[in-house]
């Protein structure tokens, strides 16, 4: 058993992730519930995640959010979702009820409200910060800087694996904008017997990090190597200079975890065998000696 979250404030949802998998629970339960808490505390909106994130342009805050099982086919998100503090739980009714794999906006919304959730006012998405923002966003055009994509990956004691990820997007983006976090490849990716990843950043979209970082753990590479090797293809193909900000994450199915990045990328894991998540920083990868493979951070025993 094992669990891994991007970024530093993930460490509450990886540890909500152990209690309920060091119980019994399924992997896809664990990211949904540890997911869903997050998305919906409008404290966590100032990380670009759910209820409380920042809106686009026209002031509505439209997230996006993916689940997807290691298990051939069970994928399922929501895209330029309104209305909803949790869009984790409607990407999961999206997967287990829905013949299809994706819904954005107007759609999204209708399938929420079938699957009955309570589809709120905008005003109700925002908090006092978020507001505040937007409208300093039309008076001054000033911006705001934060992460804008929490990603979990969950192995449980039966040997399923499960990655979630969700977001509020980037800030002021443009109405209907989709970014590369509920699009399987890209955002997340998990193969059963393999292992699963999770990206962040704006513009890995075409480069389908997830899926690569996968393939590679299918081919032996380790999850660190795997990322490593990722992002360090994505930085050659863009030019150092002009690199985007990228962070990776994966899990085995051995419960071995790994990460890269490139900008400084801190992220949260835990352990079968350890009663703590655990914190680490992961340094760009330019940072790193050429050809160096670091030890995987933890390996299930």
Same mark, same amino acid.
């Not at 949790?86 to 994706?102: F, N, T």
């Not at 919304?109 to 959730?117: D, S, T």
């Not at 509920?182 to 389908?208: R, S, T």
């Given at each position: 058993?094992?669990?891994?979250?991007?970024?530093?404030?993930?460490?509450?949802?990886?540890?909500?992730?152990?209690?309920?998998?060091?119980?019994?629970?399924?992997?896809? %339960?664990?990211?949904?519930?540890?997911?869903?808490?997050?998305?919906?505390?409008?404290?966590?909106? *100032?990380?670009?995640?759910? &209820?409380?994130?920042?809106?686009?342009? !026209?002031?509505?805050?439209?997230?996006?959010?993916?689940? /997807?099982?290691? =298990?051939?086919?069970?994928?399922?998100?929501?895209?330029?979702?309104?209305?909803? !503090?949790?869009? /984790?739980?409607?990407?999961?009714? +999206?997967?287990? &009820?829905?013949?299809?794999?994706?819904?954005?906006?107007?759609?999204?919304?209708?399938?929420?409200?079938? $699957?009955?959730?309570? =589809?709120?006012?905008? %005003?109700?998405?925002?908090?006092?910060?978020?507001?505040?923002?937007? $409208?300093?966003?039309?008076? $001054?055009?000033?911006?705001?800087?934060?992460?804008?994509?929490?990603?979990?990956?969950?192995?449980?004691?039966?040997?399923?694996?499960?990655?979630?990820? @969700?977001? @509020? !997007?980037?800030?002021?983006?443009?109405?209907? &904008?989709?970014?590369? @976090?509920?699009?399987?490849?890209?955002?997340?990716?998990?193969?059963?017997?393999?292992?699963?990843?999770?990206? %962040?950043?704006?513009?890995?979209?075409?480069?389908?990090?997830?899926?690569?970082?996968? $393939?590679? /753990?299918?081919?032996?590479?380790?999850?660190? &190597?795997?990322?490593?090797?990722?992002?360090?293809?994505?930085?050659?193909?863009?030019?150092?200079?002009?690199?985007?900000? =990228?962070? #990776?994450?994966? *899990?085995?199915?051995? !419960?071995?975890?790994?990460?890269? @990045?490139?900008?400084?990328?801190?992220?949260?894991?835990? =352990?079968?065998?350890?009663?703590? +998540?655990?914190?680490?920083?992961? #340094?760009?990868?330019?940072?790193? /000696?050429?050809?160096?493979?670091?030890?995987?951070?933890?390996?299930?025993?």
């Amino acid at each position: 058993m094992a669990a891994v979250g991007t970024w530093g404030f993930s460490q509450p949802s990886v540890e909500r992730i152990r209690s309920l998998i060091t119980a019994g629970g399924h992997a896809t %339960d664990a990211v949904e519930e540890a997911m869903a808490e997050v998305e919906d505390d409008p404290k966590t909106g *100032l990380h670009i995640v759910g &209820r409380g994130g920042f809106p686009n342009s !026209g002031g509505v805050l439209e997230c996006d959010a993916a689940i /997807m099982e290691g =298990i051939t086919g069970r994928f399922g998100a929501v895209a330029a979702l309104r209305g909803v !503090g949790a869009p /984790m739980r409607v990407a999961r009714r +999206v997967m287990d &009820r829905s013949p299809h794999s994706l819904l954005v906006g107007e759609g999204a919304v209708a399938f929420a409200r079938e $699957q009955g959730f309570t =589809i709120e006012p905008n %005003d109700n998405m925002l908090s006092a910060h978020s507001a505040k923002a937007y $409208q300093e966003f039309l008076e $001054q055009k000033q911006s705001v800087s934060g992460h804008d994509t929490l990603g979990l990956i969950a192995l449980d004691n039966m040997g399923n694996i499960t990655v979630g990820v @969700s977001t @509020s !997007g980037a800030p002021f983006k443009s109405p209907g &904008r989709v970014g590369d @976090s509920p699009l399987p490849g890209c955002g997340l990716y998990a193969e059963h017997m393999v292992g699963a990843a999770a990206g %962040d950043g704006d513009k890995i979209m075409c480069h389908c990090p997830s899926f690569h970082a996968v $393939q590679l /753990m299918k081919q032996g590479s380790s999850p660190n &190597r795997a990322c490593y090797t990722v992002v360090d293809d994505i930085i050659r193909r863009t030019a150092p200079d002009k690199c985007f900000e =990228i962070g #990776l994450i994966a *899990l085995n199915v051995k !419960g071995e975890v790994g990460a890269a @990045s490139s900008v400084e990328f801190p992220y949260t894991f835990w =352990i079968q065998g350890k009663d703590y +998540v655990e914190t680490s920083t992961q #340094l760009p990868n330019s940072t790193e /000696m050429e050809g160096t493979e670091k030890c995987d951070t933890c390996t299930v025993k």
